[in-house]
């Protein structure tokens, strides 16, 4: 049986009074992708940033790699290789891609930052030839090869790559998910979080599908795209 990277058991968190996640079970087995799917506001964000530690867990059990990470602080969940290539990018304008990139290698595998730099550059030609320049000058699809660039800088046992399509054009996209998929092929577990569902299915070997804070249903890919409810919710058929 494949291994257990991250088991999430009961999560429940949120903002101030407002609850948003109501129990939410998960998992991801090494060396696979698995989509979390949902519409806008479903609670998709606020997950990541609670399994990230950004946001306190205040019921529930994470457990990643076999520890308890439940109420670890943000900095040794990256340590352990959980690593979140968050919604919108969050790159650092003012400083150079190199320099992104550089920080992305800051609490893991920092004794292995030139190879990792190569590998990155290898996978993105364009990060490499525009390595001097101020990351907020370039596109939105070179800043997203960027956000996922510092990522596996990290040299993450598990990806969480949120919203990754979000703002990009066809052609983009289409390129987004091919390096997912060769990521998975070079052994890498991703947690695709996406409003893409079509394409997510495509790629992924498993998917959740979350509404309004809470798993509503989950399954093999080919079990969920033959699921009348999420084709008539998500894919208008």
Known sequence: MTETLLSVRGLRSGYGAVEVLRGVDLDVHAGEIVALLGSNGAGKTTFNHTLSAVVPARAGSIRFDGRDITRAHYRDVVGLGLIHVPEGRRIFPNLSVLEN?????????????????????SIFPRLAERRSQLAGTMSGGEQQMLAVGRGLMGEPRLLI???????????????LFGLIAR???????????????AQSLEIAQRAYVMENGAIEFSGTAAQLLATDRLRQAYLGV
């Open 101 to 121: 990139l550089e920080l992305g290698a800051f609490v893991r595998a920092r004794t292995h930052r030139a190879g990792n730099l190569e590998r990155v550059f």
């Open 161 to 175: 790559l949120d919203e990754p399509s979000l703002g990009l054009s066809p052609l983009l996209v289409e390129e």
């Open 183 to 197: 990521l998975h092929g070079e052994g890498l577990a991703i947690l695709l979080v996406e409003q893409n569902v």
